[in-house]
């Protein structure tokens, strides 16, 4: 049987204004079989992208980071807001609706050479993934690629991951 992550997804239409559904994982994280449910699916799907360390991006994406990089026996590092991590870093910017924002990671982290699987819950435009692909590379690591719970088809966040020779995997699609 096929684990189906879409009865554990509060959708609210509307939100946060006309014309966007808001997909909320809140009620598969409050239910423990399902959250091991959820690990254990997102661990079958990313196996064959032998990652060496998984890359959770700030903030929902350090939630699935690490009992995945537990599940895959490597260890975690963490995909930071500008300005919350200390000492060298790379940065990289990358559009919002409104503006910019700039994602951050630890030079020291030791990258180089190793296999790096991007984390997060969704994947819609794919700029936040996009900026992360474009570290993990400043860092030195090689791109296994990225997984993500939710994926909004329509908005062709996985074209633009593949520009950048970047696979994805993901639990759940819609189309907006």
């Given at each position: 049987?096929?684990?189906s992550l879409d009865?554990?997804?509060?959708?609210t239409?509307?939100?946060?204004?006309p014309?966007?559904?808001?997909?909320?994982i809140?009620?598969?994280?409050?239910?423990a079989?399902?959250?091991?449910?959820?690990?254990?699916?997102?661990?079958?799907?990313?196996q064959?992208?032998?990652?060496?360390?998984?890359?959770?991006?700030?903030?929902?994406?350090f939630?699935?980071a690490?009992p995945?990089?537990l599940?895959?026996?490597?260890?975690?590092?963490?995909?930071?807001?500008?300005g919350?991590?200390?000492?060298?870093v790379?940065e990289?910017?990358?559009?919002?609706?409104?503006?910019?924002?700039?994602?951050?990671?630890?030079?020291?982290r030791?990258?180089e050479?190793?296999?790096v699987?991007?984390v997060?819950?969704?994947?819609?435009t794919?700029?936040t993934?996009?900026?992360?692909?474009?570290?993990?590379?400043q860092?030195?690591?090689?791109l296994?690629?990225?997984?993500?719970?939710?994926?909004?088809?329509?908005?062709?966040g996985?074209a633009?991951?593949?520009a950048k020779?970047?696979?994805?995997?993901?639990?759940?699609?819609?189309?907006?």
């Amino acid at each position: 049987m096929t684990f189906s992550l879409d009865d554990h997804i509060s959708k609210t239409p509307g939100f946060p204004k006309p014309g966007i559904t808001f997909y909320d994982i809140s009620p598969a994280l409050e239910d423990a079989a399902i959250l091991q449910k959820t690990i254990e699916a997102l661990t079958d799907i990313t196996q064959p992208l032998r990652p060496d360390i998984i890359a959770g991006i700030d903030a929902r994406g350090f939630l699935f980071a690490l009992p995945l990089a537990l599940a895959h026996q490597t260890g975690t590092v963490m995909i930071r807001k500008a300005g919350k991590l200390p000492g060298k870093v790379f940065e990289e910017s990358y559009a919002l609706e409104y503006g910019e924002a700039r994602l951050s990671v630890q030079a020291s982290r030791g990258l180089e050479g190793k296999r790096v699987l991007l984390v997060d819950d969704l994947l819609a435009t794919g700029g936040t993934l996009v900026a992360s692909t474009n570290l993990i590379r400043q860092a030195g690591g090689i791109l296994a690629g990225a997984a993500c719970l939710i994926e909004l088809t329509g908005l062709e966040g996985r074209a633009r991951l593949a520009a950048k020779d970047c696979p994805v995997v993901s639990l759940q699609q819609y189309e907006f």
